[in-house]
């Protein structure tokens, strides 16, 4: 018990920490004295209108679809009982990118920009969709590498058709299209947080009530059955439950690789458990400042060019799948 | 039949490996009266393709049963079945006097636990977490142990001889030990009915003789009514008490050890030329 208090505390130190660092650092230096002031005493200052419309809104975003990410991958990899499955190998984030794409080009060729909603709802039909695409290239393989094979393949023909869409939409607000297919934080609204709060609170929320159920799945279906699970309800809620996490993140800040597999795995290893009770939550939190430290990054690092939000994830994450893999590998040879 | 010999000399000096105490048991308290498992006409399958037709036997409280049979048979279909987790194609299983068909998981799950060929693969849970999933049936909606669970779960890794695992994380044990804990698992779910499926592959002698002497305790000792299909039939003739033979899409004999395992009925049942027993 005594680790789990310790890491969250510092997991929620690093998150505090990273959000204020997010605040104050950028194109303008502002003070943390400066900034506090600003919101929580709603001074007016020259960065007061930086810090509400620009950092503050883009820096919780990114707290909350880095967290949303982590939990979808935690939850998807309790699914297929596969350390590196997340929504992004598994071709899921790009499947939503498609259908938030083409809803996009066929709103603005009518004239009309989306909202928030509609592009939660156009995500989640694409997540869905993709979803049901490996569940059936998988079907019953519980083979690890078939499945991320399958994810890779789906995900390199939903972004194609995504280029695609992208380079032939004629319209003025391609730049912005363009620039949200890559990933990215930038442009985030007040309006954008409202949509996302009840939903990826909800969502955690339900995917929390699970941890009994995942528990129990933990061990396999057949165990989780023989506990009193109804395991097709449990699959279908926790499916739906992940599908939602990656389409509320990808329909604002588009894909981002990596973070879904990376920010699970290094959970488990700080709390050296896989309870699903203490690693949600530690899910989210870690998820949260792992995507803000990235999000950093990609603001300052070449500033005033700005990197895509995967650029960076990749970097850090990408290792880590590679790690888990040999590891698993390593592991699978000693045993047999 | 050299290691049958040596499986007998052996025996003995194992008979009480992994046995202390004794853990409180529903199965002991007044489930005399209540046939465990009862079958009838029970036809199994997968989708509407039969494995087996017409099955009728029961499961009497402390006794093991045995199923065997050739490769094919059905054993494995058989035991799913049992455990509720195939449906029935048709006829009926009574669980504890209740039709199984109409029994909620959770339920079955607090009288009927199974054990797998299959171990779990799993990261950092520990050997104790895992065993506390055995209490998952009896806990609320985000499955915390209570106090008494926690106790229950710690007996059921004393009695299993695995109390000295308890932090280790599953996934670093060696095949004999996982064997160990997930007793200790199926036997925190504080059953009246224990199911294994193969529990002897993947175990070298040593920790199959542990597991016949186990399961000879928890029968006879606990009142667990305790169904184990296995392949090796010195094992059987070890542990079971009586013995069902699947043949051919059906049951071909019920009967005591000694009236099933003869070399000329066994011969007959995995279809071999006469005198190779």
């Given amino acids: ?336 | 039949m050299i290691a049958s010999n040596f499986l007998t000399n052996k025996a003995k000096a194992y008979d009480s490996i992994s046995y202390s105490g004794k853990l409180s048991h529903k199965g002991s308290q007044g489930a005399g009266c209540v046939t465990p498992i009862t079958v009838r006409g029970l036809t199994i399958g997968y989708g509407s393709k039969a494995v087996l037709k017409d099955a009728d036997f029961e499961v009497r409280t402390g006794e093991v049963l045995a199923i065997i049979g050739p490769n094919g048979a059905g054993k494995s279909t058989l035991l799913k079945t049992l455990a509720a987790q195939l449906p029935l194609l048709g006829g009926q299983i009574s669980l504890m006097g209740s039709d199984i068909r109409k029994l909620r998981p959770e339920d079955i799950a607090r009288s009927l636990s199974l054990f797998l060929t299959d171990r779990p693969s799993t990261e950092w849970m520990t050997c104790r977490e895992l065993v506390s999933a055995g209490r998952y049936p009896y806990t609320g909606r985000l499955g915390l142990l209570s106090e008494a669970d926690w106790s229950i779960v710690d007996a059921s890794m004393e009695k299993m001889g695995a109390a000295d695992l308890s932090d280790i994380p599953f996934n670093n044990i060696s095949d004999g030990q996982k064997q160990r804990v997930l007793l200790a698992r199926a036997l925190c779910q504080e059953p009246n009915v224990l199911l294994l499926d193969e529990p002897a592959s993947f175990l070298d002698i040593r920790f199959q003789l542990e597991l016949v002497s186990t399961l000879k305790n928890l029968a006879h000792c606990d009142n667990l009514a305790i169904v184990v299909t296995l392949h090796e039939l010195d094992l059987v003739r070890r542990a079971a008490d009586r013995v069902i033979c699947l043949r051919d899409g059906r049951v071909d004999r019920i009967g005591t050890v000694d009236s099933i395992l003869t070399n000329h009925y066994m011969e007959q049942l995995y279809g071999l030329p006469a005198g190779s027993l």
């Fill in chain 1, 1 to 336: 018990m005594k680790r789990y208090h310790a890491a969250y505390s510092i997991l929620g130190g690093m998150l505090f920490a990273l959000l204020v660092l997010n605040l104050i650092i950028g194109s303008v230096y502002v003070p943390p004295s400066q900034v506090f002031r600003i919101i929580f005493l709603r001074q007016e200052t020259d960065a007061a209108a930086l810090i509400w419309t620009i950092r503050f809104p883009r820096a919780i975003a990114a707290a909350l679809l880095g967290g949303a990410l982590a939990v979808a991958g935690f939850l998807l990899q309790t699914f297929f009982s596969n350390p590196i499955a997340g929504p992004f190998v598994l071709g899921i984030s790009s499947g939503a990118r498609l259908t938030v794409a083409i809803a996009m080009v066929t709103a603005l060729s009518a004239g009309r920009i989306l909202s928030s909603w509609e592009m939660i709802f156009a995500a989640f039909i694409g997540s869905l969709a993709s979803m049901g695409l490996v569940l059936i290239f998988s079907g019953r393989v519980r083979n690890m590498s078939v499945l991320i094979v399958c994810g890779i393949m789906i995900g390199y023909i939903c972004t194609a058709m995504t280029d695609f869409i992208v380079t032939f939409a004629d319209d003025t607000n391609i730049v912005n299209l363009h620039n949200w297919t890559k990933g990215s934080f930038s442009g985030m609204t007040w309006g954008n947080i409202r949509a996302m709060i009840p939903v990826v609170f909800i969502a955690l929320l339900l995917s929390f009530l699970l941890s009994k159920p995942m528990a129990a799945y933990q061990l396999g279906e057949s165990y989780a059955k023989n506990l009193g699970i109804d395991t097709g309800r449990f699959c279908f809620e926790l499916i739906v439950l992940s599908s939602i996490l990656s389409a509320c993140v990808t329909a604002f800040a588009g894909p981002i690789s990596f973070l879904g597999v990376a920010a699970p795995h290094l959970m488990k290893r700080l709390f050296r458990t896989e309870r699903p009770l203490i690693i949600l939550p530690a899910c989210f939190l870690g998820g949260a400042a792992f995507c803000l430290l990235c999000d950093l990054i990609a603001r300052t690092l070449f500033s005033p060019t700005e990197l895509n939000i995967s650029t960076v994830t990749s970097v850090f994450g990408a290792p880590i799948v590679i790690y888990i893999m040999l590891q698993r590998t390593k592991r699978g040879a000693a045993s047999s």
